[in-house]
């Protein structure tokens, strides 16, 4: 890629002499610029030696971003920024006024941008940091209504319909009857997603030997992901797929925005001392699930609390607040309870082929694993701190062998427990894997297309069943008689 031009070769020429002379005039140094460019903005960071003022400006034709530094020489090489894949285009670097550096980014679309300071951590001195945010490509809609999102299918719906049809009195059996035109079954793909922990700005722990867990796990991610979308009836939607980072709340946004069925974050766990070992699977604590209740009730206290059905809504507005409470509660409950059944299947075989750190599930209060209505993990695949996992961590093979395990206890759970649209459940009526002679009824079917899917005449299908006409109900599970 060629950024350079003849006269940016001179200026850095320049620069570079300006970087010999004795820098006790300037107040602080750009060390080091990092970039990270993720699908909906870039991040550029400055590593200075000391805190330094900036100001940061827009202009127009050409399109492009002004940073002043106050008192700061260039100590870095621009040159050796990759620019691939983020907003701007170019980078040039200028003196103003005797002593303050000028950084101006040429920009290829339009960006909103931010920027703050960091004081130093463990790992980074004083840093400016400026992000562009793409306009129109957030990888989530902001806000988002928690409650609405909850209703995500249409057994949920088929619910609430009927919990208002109790509450109004009206027998729902006879009053939802599914009748012509038939709908086909969704078979839609089971959407797991796969968050590989940390990345950009924040390299997560680091082994004795240098090795990074933002890297190691997006590795796993990237091979788990595959596996998933190798599966018949399985999806992968991946959290975070380069070297950047993401909110932790946003990782949830995303999950619920690609509707997933599932979460799982990838993680290597660190200690200070090099012995502890062993993997870990982690769901929300029951404490962090209900402290977690009450926050999204407070979030929604403003927003329309409309829980959207097929064709009943079901308002919350003048339910009291104790009733919305045990509603969430027992979405909550439910949800959590999934976590932890799949999180043992998960455990299970991953202590086939590495020790386990505990024995059983984890729970504790992490921000990704707070989603009220999609079950949660988090594996920690093992200690990056202790050397001999360190090393195993980085293996194809072993990263590989990880990642079926936990794919493995994933698919288990959802081919026993299918979600009502997804393809594994219509497979499990038509008695795929089962050999059941049972059917339990999905929207859209009717009673002659049933009978005709299973080579019945419909008069016997009736009569095995004790069926008068032809109404019958989603969820019902039919006898099919031998013919
Ligand atoms: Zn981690």
Known sequence: MSRGNVSRRLLGGLLALAALMPSAAFAASVDNLRLWAAPDHARLVFDLSSSAEANVFSLDDPRRLVIDLADTRLAADVER????????SDVRTGVRDGDDLRVVLELNREVEPRHFRLAPNEQYGHRLVVDLEYPGESAVEDPI???????????????????????????????APVQEPAQPHPKRDIIIAVDPGHGGEDPGAIGPSGTREKDVVLEMGRRLARKI????????VMIRDDDYY????????????QKADFFVSIHADAFRSPRPH??????????????????????????????????????LDDKDEVLRGVLLDLTMTATLNDSLTIGGQVLDRLGRINDLHKPRVEQAGFVVLKSPDIPSLLVETGFISNPDEERRLQQPGYQDRMMDAVFGGIRAHFRRNPPPASLLAWQRDQGRGTGGNEYRIQPGDTLSEIAARHGVPVAQLRQANELNGDVIRVGQVLQIPRS
């Open 145 to 175: 209504d928690p409650i609405e999102a909850m209703i995500r299918d249409q057994e949920i719906a088929a619910d609430r319909a009927q919990a208002q049809a109790r509450v109004q009195g009206r027998d729902v059996v006879d009053s």
């Open 246 to 257: 993401v909110g932790l709340r946003q990782r949830t946004r995303i999950a619920r925005e």
């Open 229 to 236: 979308n190798a599966t018949e009836g399985f999806k992968a």
């Open 278 to 315: 062993g993997s870990s699977v982690f769901a929300l604590s029951q404490s962090g699930a209900t402290s977690e209740t009450a926050q999204w009730l407070a979030a929604s206290e403003n927003r329309s609390d409309l829980i959207g059905g097929v064709d009943g809504n079901l308002s």
């Open 81 to 88: 920024l990759d620019l691939e894949g983020s907003a701007i």
